[in-house]
């Protein structure tokens, strides 16, 4: 069991991972030893000519069927080629670090702030250890190093036999149910509702619109929330404000609508791979109704969810990215030539006459457009986490598999308002990432308290096992590159760098000449331009909560949650005021739970997630579409 889960080097190690995946288990001892795991489990039987031959001779539609033979494919024992070992070849100090990033730096224990921390001399050291790293690496292998001998290799063992065993690779003890297919009370599923506020939501009242689906029909499915024209009425006065062009000349993006105006009504779809498959009533534009994404709770038999709440507003185009426990390459191969496709067919209809490109771009829709560009990116996202954590957790040996996730990017609307009404519709701003619903399954691979690798006096000093410790700092440092992510990812799919000027990863001027490059902003990068700033960055927790808590001017919605945090014993990140950078104003924070690392990354008015500030043009022609589509923006 060791093996198959991924190679736990302890019976806990191995629970954990399929208890954290929903499997039922129990270890089984004798006279005080582990020796076997007991658990529920799934596997197929197919009725196929087993004799004689042992159904090597069976061919499909044509043999005469005589066995029921039992068949698991997820059953797989592994062999396992290390790593290099860089925490011990190029041990990373700590303290250096440290001592680094507090040259000059000013900080209050009490309070829970610091100031002035001395970025240049940390990444100075930053860039030292990774210089270390590569010379080490490089000297490896004759120079020759692959990914694999850099990060491990696991490999499935297969044994190609000619013909069927007839059994089981384990001991079955008990059989409960037998289906033909599974029912829908045992498959998980995935619901999205829309609700009209955010008390509606919470109770669960009444759902504008809900969907929900087996998650197995929609891995590699494109899903998307799509506000399309309520009427006929609705739909004209959107394309009457869509100039058109001069005779022989192409239109102006700048020249496009910057906004809709609340009184053109507008209703929600959700679409699968561009096909509608919920449609909610009509809202007028700017309306901020509650979305509520939710998966089925191992176990409960489609009874209790795992529930996320998003602010949606209605306008505003969305991808809805659902990772099934991972991003395939396969998905994200297949949406890449859809759009080489699509980008094909607009540059043969940019280089036709006027009066052909009508039939060159006929049957495409802003499904087409948008709802590809803004799903790539999210994609992009997962697939930017799976990879990480891959190379994280090979060198900090740790299991981290992706669990059922999703998250929203939008091409983002502002409802216009006064005195907290909306007034004259919305306004086409930026794009917006919200990630609000990520789970993955993690634990160290060995937990053993008298492994190396855990009994190092620094990791239960504070009280905690070592093994807990090595997992709370693991979800941190990847929470931290999620947050990254949530503005990174964008700036890549979003912004073309050959346009513009940049610092290079060497912190090279490139295109000096260009004006700056627009850059996104997320939690821990807000947190970054506030300590460039020079402001206090704060971190408090309940031990220093009575102290920095009457010291704090953080006032409204933000304040109020960072307050309610605190004192539910989670560990919250802050800086003292708000910043305002690459188009955006607001606080960056962080929540996290100090017993498990996990935490929320939020920027201020966006969610959970980043925020991208393209420019209006280029976001006005994302967000107005091929009017053929029948959209509101």
Known sequence: ??????????????????????????????????????????????????????????????????TWVPLDASYKQHTFQQGMDLQTAVPLDAQALLDAAQQGAQSNAQEGWVRNLNTTALQSQLNAYQHQLKT?????????????EVLGIRNASIDPLPYLAGTLPY??????????????????????????????????DSPLLSWQTPTASLAGKKVTIAWVAASSADQAAIEALIPTSPPGQDLDPSQLPKGLPGSIRLKPEIRLDGSTIATGPAMGAGSEPVGAGAFTRYGSQGQDWDKTQDQLIAGQQTALGVSIQGISLAQMEALKTRMEATQQKLQQAQAAPQDQRATIL?????????????????????????????????????????ALGYGLFHAQVKPNKLYGMVTTGISFQGLNMDIGHLRH???????????????????????????????????????????????????????????????????????????????????????????????????????????ALPKLALGGETGAEIRNAIEAGKEVTFHESQISAHGWRGYGYTITDPETGAGAYIIEGKGNGGWLDLGASALQAVSCRIPADHMAA
């Open 1 to 66: 069991m060791q093996n198959w889960v991924g190679g736990a080097l302890t019976a806990d190690a191995a629970q954990q991972v399929l208890s954290q995946g929903g499997v039922p288990n129990t270890v089984l001892t004798k006279s005080g030893k582990d020796f076997a795991f007991r658990m529920e489990h799934v596997w197929v039987e197919a009725l196929i000519q087993y004799q004689p031959g042992r159904g090597a001779r069976h061919v499909p539609g044509v043999s005469t069927p005589d």
């Open 136 to 148: 080490y690496i490089d000297s490896q292998n004759g120079g020759k190093s692959t990914v694999g």
């Open 171 to 204: 001991a079955i003890k008990a059989r409960t149910q037998q289906f033909s297919e599974v029912p829908d009370s045992l498959r998980t599923q995935f619901r999205y509702q829309i609700y009209a506020d955010q008390r509606s939501a919470a109770w669960g």
């Open 362 to 402: 006929a049957g495409m829709t802003g499904e087409n457009l948008t709802g590809d560009l803004l799903t790539a990116t999210i994609w992009g996202y997962f697939a930017s986490l799976q990879s990480h954590g891959a190379i994280a957790s090979s060198q900090a040996q740790t299991f981290d598999l992706p």
């Open 441 to 547: 399954i993690r634990w160290v691979k060995d937990d053993n308290p008298g492994s190396a690798i855990n009994n190092k006096p620094e990791l239960t000093q504070n009280g905690k096992p070592a093994a807990q410790n090595r997992w709370i700092a693991y979800n941190k440092m990847r929470g931290q590159y999620a947050s990254a992510m949530e503005h990174a990812v964008p700036e890549q799919h979003w912004v073309d760098k050959s346009q513009c000027r940049y610092l290079d990863e060497n912190g090279q001027t490139q295109n000096s000449a260009k004006e700056d490059c627009t850059q996104g902003i997320s939690a821990v990068k807000a947190i970054s331009i506030a300590q460039d700033q020079g402001q206090k960055i704060y971190t408090i927790n309940h031990s220093n909560r009575d102290t």
